[in-house]
């Protein structure tokens, strides 16, 4: 049986990764829903006029908005598709994701209810991240160490309890 640290990695991987296809894919066709890709390029645009520097380096609110997309939707599929260490690495690129989206809401002076989504997100996808690379418990019949071709406890194992003495 898996343990309850492997199901919500998973549990975790699978929603976070569906949530980020759906939100990239609204950014990039208004197939899902027109009127909120509309407002994604509203929103988008207000991101830009607010930083200038984007302007000047060349970045449009459209390609802002699409190169973004398309990173969601790219991570989600990883994080819902591919096991081991891609999954790690497409956590951590959505939730840098999820950082400079937080920055563009506060330039923009949005309200808190605006990017709600985006603090809660960017919690589990911290979350996520922590649990995962969490070292994997062992069992206590497997926390043997082998010294001299001996197995023998682990140290912290071998050691009386605090307060006891150990007899032999």
Known sequence: MASPRTITIVA???????????????????????????????????????????????????????SIGALEVACGIVMTLVPGRPKDVANFLLLLLVLAVL??????????????????????????LLIARQPEELPPEKRMLSVNGDEQPLIHEAAPEKGKVKVS
């Open 103 to 128: 920055f563009f809401h506060q330039l923009v002076g949005d309200p808190l209810k605006r990017y709600a989504h985006a603090l809660v997100f960017g919690i589990l996808l911290t979350c996520r």
């Open 12 to 66: 975790l991987s699978v929603a976070l990764g569906l949530f980020f296809v759906f939100m990239g894919t609204i950014k990039l066709t208004p197939r899902l829903s027109r009127d909120a890709y509309n407002e994604m390029k509203r929103a988008y645009k207000s991101y830009v006029r607010a930083l200038p520097m984007l302007k000047k380096m060349g970045v449009s609110s459209i390609l802002l908005r699409k």
